[in-house]
């Protein structure tokens, strides 16, 4: 089991720049596959990006394309999200996922067994 915790959301202007993080309990962190979803008020939770255990392969919404990088420093058991050129439309709670499955689909929120708590991010027009 693992415990996910979600830092760095806050208010920024477009165009600014955020760094997430989500520090992972135990020692097992190279064996979970990890995602970030995020959910606008009214919406559904939606996948923003993942990456293997390894960290060799990451995945995107096509939305975040060039402006996101997700990664990941299995020695500090955290990933992180560099969120650049941010828009109003970034703007939802983001949450960091883990999946200990194989084969998954990574888009696929049901796919994921652990979830934090979120972290909010606002930006401005």
């Known amino acids: 089991q693992v415990q996910l915790v979600e830092s760095g959301g806050g208010l920024v202007q477009a165009g600014g720049s955020l760094r997430l993080s989500c520090a992972a309990s135990?020692?097992?962190?190279?064996?979970?596959?990890m995602g970030w979803f995020r959910q606008a008020p009214g919406k559904e939770r939606e996948f923003v990006a993942a990456?293997?255990?390894?960290?060799?392969?990451?995945y995107y919404v096509n939305s975040v394309k060039g402006r996101f990088t997700i990664s990941r420093d299995n020695a500090k058991n955290t990933v992180f999200l560099q969120m650049n050129s941010l828009k109003p439309e970034d703007t939802a709670l983001y949450y960091c996922?883990?999946?200990?499955?194989?084969?998954?689909?990574?888009?696929?929120?049901?796919?994921?067994?652990?979830w934090g708590q979120g972290t909010q991010v606002t930006v401005s027009s």
């Open positions: 996922a883990a999946s200990d499955r194989l084969g998954i689909n990574v888009e696929l929120k049901g796919d994921y067994n652990y």
């Open positions: 135990g020692r097992t962190f190279s064996t979970y596959l």
């Open positions: 990456i293997t255990r390894s960290g060799g392969t990451t």
